[in-house]
């Protein structure tokens, strides 16, 4: 069965990622550091497409199921300088948690994804929202020389989210059908399904106990495997760190090919 943080927890969480954004940029020698995890943005890069995105997602969910709205024309620029950078950020991760608040978890609302297994509801935007800044601050906290897990909350909800909103698609998956299980230190486990009719994720009953190495001696198991903390996984499923960083069990070549497909080509 499907669970996810509630909604108070996610704005919640919002709050406490962005708070955390903010110490890492208050605390940078420099604000023209390169983010070694997006090494083409410097920390102001950074802190420019955190507050811009904040914003336009603010003005998305306002406007419900409407096409997409755009908050950057008109809006404030994010300021050069440190002091009222941090002021600007605040202001936007706010304009975003007071429009999620307004609409409540159940509103339609527009979203890029379409074919996935995420609503297009504010509150699978509050979800997504969640995600996006606890791997940002990874970022922030990395380009400072601290960088600290993600807590587990927000980890064991990110891989799911991940999962059904940046994975999951109706394209069809271009090599052998291959099953790709994820399993989490911390006791949650999903599979990955893919085949011609797309990719779809389903929660895995139990605890995830089994070690990686089953994969080759269980019929019913994986192709590959990939246990760690939650954290971990999410990191790795955001490109944050390596797939080698986890456990890995069964064909590892499924992952790198999952790495590299793109489902709209």
Same mark, same amino acid.
Request: proline share 8%.
């Given at each position: 069965?499907?669970?996810?943080?509630?909604?108070?927890?996610?704005?919640?969480?919002? /709050? $406490?990622? +962005?708070?955390?954004?903010?110490? +890492? #940029?208050?605390?940078? *020698?420099?604000?023209? #550091?390169?983010?070694?995890?997006?090494?083409?943005?410097?920390?102001? /890069?950074?802190?420019?497409?955190?507050?811009?995105?904040?914003?336009?997602?603010?003005?998305?969910?306002?406007?419900?199921?409407? *096409?997409?709205?755009?908050?950057?024309?008109?809006?404030?620029?994010?300021?050069?300088?440190?002091?009222?950078?941090?002021?600007?950020?605040?202001? @936007?991760? $706010?304009?975003?948690?007071?429009?999620?608040?307004?609409?409540?978890?159940?509103?339609?609302?527009?979203?890029?994804?379409?074919?996935?297994?995420?609503?297009?509801? @504010?509150?699978?935007?509050?979800?997504?929202?969640?995600?996006?800044?606890?791997?940002?601050?990874? /970022?922030?906290?990395?380009?400072?020389?601290?960088?600290?897990?993600?807590?587990?909350?927000?980890?064991?909800?990110?891989?799911?989210?991940?999962?059904? %909103?940046?994975?999951? %698609?109706?394209?069809?998956?271009?090599?052998?059908?291959?099953?790709?299980?994820?399993?989490?230190? $911390?006791?949650?486990?999903?599979?990955? +399904?893919?085949?011609? /009719?797309?990719?779809?994720?389903?929660?895995?009953?139990?605890?995830?106990?089994? *070690?990686?190495?089953?994969?080759?001696?269980?019929?019913?198991?994986?192709?590959?495997?990939?246990?760690? %903390?939650?954290?971990?996984?999410?990191?790795?499923?955001?490109?944050?760190? *390596?797939?080698?960083?986890?456990?890995?069990?069964?064909?590892?070549?499924?992952?790198?090919?999952?790495?590299?497909?793109?489902?709209? $080509?």
């Amino acid at each position: 069965m499907t669970t996810t943080l509630e909604f108070p927890a996610l704005l919640r969480l919002i /709050d $406490e990622r +962005s708070t955390a954004f903010r110490a +890492s #940029v208050a605390s940078a *020698p420099s604000l023209g #550091v390169q983010v070694p995890t997006c090494p083409e943005w410097t920390l102001f /890069d950074l802190a420019q497409h955190i507050g811009e995105g904040r914003r336009d997602w603010a003005a998305t969910v306002a406007a419900g199921p409407a *096409p997409a709205k755009s908050a950057a024309q008109g809006a404030p620029a994010a300021p050069q300088e440190r002091e009222a950078l941090l002021a600007w950020l605040a202001e @936007s991760t $706010e304009q975003l948690l007071d429009a999620l608040r307004k609409a409540g978890p159940d509103l339609g609302c527009w979203t890029w994804w379409s074919d996935s297994q995420s609503p297009r509801t @504010s509150g699978a935007v509050a979800r997504h929202q969640l995600q996006q800044m606890a791997v940002h601050t990874y /970022d922030a906290q990395i380009t400072v020389g601290a960088p600290q897990p993600l807590p587990d909350d927000v980890a064991l909800d990110g891989v799911e989210e991940f999962l059904f %909103t940046c994975v999951a %698609t109706t394209s069809a998956w271009p090599h052998k059908p291959a099953a790709v299980d994820f399993h989490a230190s $911390e006791g949650r486990s999903w599979r990955l +399904s893919l085949s011609a /009719d797309g990719a779809r994720t389903a929660p895995l009953p139990g605890p995830g106990a089994r *070690p990686a190495t089953a994969a080759v001696q269980d019929p019913d198991a994986a192709d590959v495997s990939a246990r760690g %903390t939650a954290s971990e996984l999410v990191l790795m499923l955001h490109g944050r760190i *390596p797939f080698d960083s986890v456990e890995l069990g069964g064909e590892q070549r499924i992952l790198d090919q999952l790495g590299s497909w793109d489902p709209d $080509e």
